[in-house]
């Protein structure tokens, strides 16, 4: 099982649509796909689950948040237990699909302090401790979900920051991907994130070094940018128009990082129709040239995600 946090620092990047149609073509295609919500402002959830129906079948007890709240000394339920196959989505999808959704909160934001509060401690060796268990509590709730075998690939969409919450994400990934629009705003915090995201491992790392928790070892972890994907591009004549494609030029040249040859074209009529139904663009067909390319587009993006991934 594979694990990938979605991740940008600013947002309106096209972060959830971008999750939302790569698990559902990852699907399509035959991969076991669960997709976890970890933004509070819940886009990818209402995506697939209708505000009614989280609103009465999920918000009490049935959410990402339910799972870190209960952590906290709790009889801790697991995260398999809040796996939901969205009826709508998977309607379209061959019967022997698998596209499965762990559900945001919208107090999730709450949660980043509470976390807080935990990662203090006596001592210094007390501190470490806190810091290795209260940042390896999404991975060791995924080692949960990974026992099972029902998955291949957790596509986890992480807020627009850097807080407790996504950085748990960052623990328990084997990748990170990067959707940004081709403008300066966009791509500007890229850096930032990556240092960001060096830092991070590089603490834990030291501290797993010194630090075992019920005389278990940690390993050391090294999750991959896999790379890079431009979205809401305008295409004039087949290519990107003038003012993005500097950006996406800059970026390439002026980056470590890989960068996907292929990209999301803007359409905000299909992308705005897409969550009323509950089934993302990359599922529908499209008599409309343009709403097709569209299509066209998000697939080979997928096709491009999953040779990364070595799949």
Same mark, same amino acid.
């Given at each position: 099982?594979?694990?990938?946090? $979605?991740?940008?620092?600013?947002?309106?990047?096209?972060?959830?649509?971008?999750?939302?149609?790569?698990?559902?073509?990852?699907?399509?295609?035959?991969?076991?796909?669960? +997709?976890?919500?970890?933004?509070?402002?819940?886009?990818?959830?209402?995506?697939?689950?209708?505000?009614?129906?989280w609103q009465n079948s999920f918000a009490s007890s049935k959410t990402i948040k339910t799972w870190f709240d209960e952590s906290d000394g709790g009889a801790q339920i697991s995260l398999k237990d809040l796996c939901h196959k969205p009826e709508r989505v998977n309607s379209a999808l061959p019967h &022997? @699909?698998?596209?499965?959704?762990?559900?945001?909160?919208?107090?999730?934001?709450?949660?980043?302090?509470?976390?807080?509060?935990?990662?203090?401690?006596?001592?210094?060796?007390?501190?470490?401790?806190?810091?290795?268990?209260?940042?390896?509590?999404?991975?060791?709730?995924?080692?949960?979900?990974?026992?099972?075998?029902?998955?291949?690939? $957790?596509?986890?969409?992480?807020?627009?920051?850097?807080?407790? +919450?996504?950085?748990?994400?960052?623990?328990?990934? &084997?990748?990170?991907?990067?959707?940004?629009?081709? &403008?300066?705003? @966009?791509?500007?915090?890229?850096?930032?994130? #990556?240092? @960001?995201?060096?830092?991070?491992?590089?603490?834990?790392?030291?501290?797993?070094?010194? +630090?075992?928790?019920?005389?278990?070892?940690?390993?050391?972890? @090294?999750?991959?940018?896999?790379?890079? $994907?431009?979205?809401?591009?305008?295409?004039?004549?087949?290519?990107? #128009?003038?003012?993005?494609?500097?950006?996406?030029?800059?970026?390439?040249?002026?980056? &470590?990082?890989?960068?996907?040859?292929?990209?999301?074209?803007?359409?905000?009529? +299909?992308?705005?129709?897409?969550?009323?139904?509950?089934?993302?663009?990359?599922?529908?067909?499209?008599?409309?040239?343009?709403?097709?390319?569209? $299509?066209?587009?998000?697939?080979?993006?997928?096709?491009?995600?999953?040779?990364?991934?070595?799949?």
């Amino acid at each position: 099982m594979k694990v990938v946090s $979605v991740i940008n620092y600013k947002g309106g990047v096209g972060k959830t649509s971008l999750t939302a149609n790569l698990a559902a073509e990852l699907a399509f295609r035959g991969k076991r796909i669960l +997709v976890m919500d970890l933004d509070a402002q819940a886009s990818l959830t209402f995506s697939f689950i209708k505000p009614d129906e989280w609103q009465n079948s999920f918000a009490s007890s049935k959410t990402i948040k339910t799972w870190f709240d209960e952590s906290d000394g709790g009889a801790q339920i697991s995260l398999k237990d809040l796996c939901h196959k969205p009826e709508r989505v998977n309607s379209a999808l061959p019967h &022997d @699909s698998t596209l499965d959704i762990i559900p945001s909160h919208l107090g999730l934001i709450n949660v980043d302090l509470e976390l807080a509060t935990r990662l203090g401690g006596a001592n210094l060796s007390q501190s470490k401790k806190n810091f290795i268990s209260v940042h390896r509590m999404l991975a060791d709730g995924l080692d949960d979900i990974r026992a099972t075998g029902l998955y291949d690939i $957790v596509l986890i969409d992480c807020p627009p920051n850097f807080n407790i +919450v996504t950085k748990t994400a960052i623990i328990a990934s &084997d990748y990170i991907l990067v959707p940004t629009r081709p &403008d300066e705003l @966009s791509t500007l915090g890229i850096d930032y994130l #990556m240092r @960001s995201i060096g830092e991070l491992l590089k603490d834990y790392n030291d501290y797993v070094k010194v +630090v075992s928790n019920d005389s278990k070892d940690f390993d050391e972890i @090294s999750p991959i940018v896999v790379g890079v $994907v431009f979205t809401m591009v305008q295409e004039y004549a087949g290519e990107p #128009m003038s003012a993005q494609k500097t950006y996406i030029k800059k970026l390439q040249t002026e980056s &470590d990082l890989a960068i996907f040859d292929s990209y999301i074209k803007r359409n905000d009529t +299909v992308f705005a129709e897409s969550p009323v139904y509950g089934v993302p663009v990359v599922l529908n067909s499209y008599s409309n040239v343009s709403h097709q390319s569209v $299509v066209d587009g998000l697939e080979a993006v997928a096709t491009e995600f999953l040779e990364k991934l070595g799949e």
